[in-house]
T-cell receptor, first 110, second 113 residues
């Protein structure tokens, strides 16, 4: 499995756009990039998944450069309720041995 | 609610006791996964099922741990002779197939005294 590297923590003010970058230098050809959000005492929640270029849904955007060795999760206009841990995962879709790492703890400040 | 459900949500037990957790996946999902998460860490893979078949187990799953998924529906995770180091959040997830996103339940938080 491709190992991922993310910042341990980030702070942002309410209303700002937040970009969290994940490095995955050893990503394989058939690997997808998936981001999850986790609140304390809850299970991770799927946010977005992509393979290349840009993916956007109602919650976030995912930017993937051509070499796919990194990806950036973009959260538009964050609110206090976006305070959570965000995990970047790399694998073949629902690949069984998903490895989460320690994630990025996002703190949104009023 | 048609998501993944887990029961109980919290469990406190004494060291040496056995505990069993249940996971009900999303109804049409044929894959079911178990993870363990300790404080400050991301979830760690324990095992997964394709229908009723247990296809892979992590080295984290010691002999005291056993998981079943009879009839390919709900799953149970049993821990025998619990130890304090077993204290963690136990998460269940399900997916429609090997290439599909995993959807997680709320978890069962275990505290071993």
């Amino acid at each position: 499995l491709a190992k991922t590297t993310q910042p341990i923590s980030m702070d942002s003010y309410e209303g700002q756009e937040v970009n969290i970058t994940c490095s995955h230098n050893n990503i394989a050809t058939n690997d997808y990039i998936t981001w999850y959000q986790q609140f304390p005492s809850q299970g991770p929640r799927f946010i977005i998944q992509g393979y290349k270029t840009k993916v956007t849904n109602e919650v976030a955007s995912l930017f993937i450069p051509a070499d796919r060795k990194s990806s950036t999760l973009s959260l538009p206009r964050v609110s206090l309720s976006d305070t959570a841990v965000y995990y970047c995962l790399v694998g073949a879709g629902g690949y069984q041995k998903v490895t989460f790492g320690t994630g990025t703890k996002l703190q949104v400040i009023p | 609610d048609t998501g993944v459900s887990q029961d109980p949500r919290h469990k406190i037990t004494k060291r040496g006791q056995n505990v069993t957790f249940r996971c009900d996946p999303i109804s049409e999902h044929n894959r079911l996964y178990w993870y363990r998460q300790t404080l400050g860490q991301g979830p760690e893979f324990l095992t997964y099922f394709q229908n009723e078949a247990q296809l892979e187990k992590s080295r984290l799953l010691s002999d005291r741990f056993s998981a079943e998924r009879p009839k390919g529906s709900f799953s149970t995770l049993e821990i025998q002779r619990t130890e304090q180091g077993d204290s963690a959040m136990y998460l269940c997830a399900s997916s429609l197939g090997s290439q599909e996103t995993q959807y997680f339940g709320p978890g069962t938080r275990l505290l071993v005294l």
